[in-house]
């Protein structure tokens, strides 16, 4: 796989930009807050609106569930959400996590070692995609000819266990720190997608090796979001009044930061509105994209 860097008169987005809060449609709001809650080891709080948030101790909600148990059921061949990617802040938060899942007996869709990450992949009730995951050290991320280099190679899961070895008590809760590390996307036409995410948000291409997909960040991160069109390519948007992405989080470092990329949202004719503290767009592939700057 290979790694691009994008023109240098380009506008780039700032490199403190990180992930915000995932906002998604269920089914079943009682059923999503015990996988949740129990499975995932995030704390629930209810919103005034009905719905749900869920985080961990002193941060932003990670995410927030929106339920109806009239939403058609997820359709894997639209765009929207392949997986939201909940970043622990380190390897024995990892095993922990994998402990949990095995307690509340729920499964693994599979397990990845990408070079630069360990990952743990499972669903939601409603079939939303997680990854659970842990970075290695940027220091430790392997390079050839300058180029970021991942790959998608087996976990082992009892090495991954040995890193409790003498650990008495099980983590009943993902630890502080944990956020949202990147959102991987369903979308229709790469191009298009690299056009907005790159060309008009300012993402810089970090890794486009995988066959259909593409991956972009701020600030050399391996990626912020991944783009792929592996079950969607020339779909439609997902339908209002459906299971799955309702939003994502976007998040500048800072005011100035934010008007910058508003300022070329402006530029480029995006649509957008105010909505959840922040100025919402949709990618091409009708996915919502909701701009703030922190705090």
Known sequence: MSSLRTHPDRAVIAPGTVMGTVRLGVSDLA?????YTRAVGLRPSELDDGALAFGVAGERALLELYADSTFKPLDRRTTGLYHLAILLPSRKDLAFALVRLGEARWPLDGASDH????ALYLSDPDGNGIELYRDRPREQWPRANGALKMSTL???LEGLLGE???ERE??????ATTRIGHVHLQVSDLREAEEFYSGVLGFEVMVRGYPGALFVSAGGYH???GLNTWQSAGASALEPGSVGLRSFEVVLPGHRELEDVLER???????SEQAGGGTLIRDPSG?????RAAG
């Open 170 to 175: 099980l983590q009943r809760e993902a630890p």
């Open 164 to 166: 409790l070895a003498g």
């Open 287 to 291: 996915n919502g994209v909701l701009l």
């Open 115 to 118: 070079l630069v990450s360990e």
């Open 265 to 271: 949202v402006r530029n480029a004719a995006v649509a």
């Open 31 to 35: 059923r999503s807050r015990e996988f």
């Open 154 to 156: 087996p976990l082992g």
């Open 223 to 225: 990626h912020h979001l």
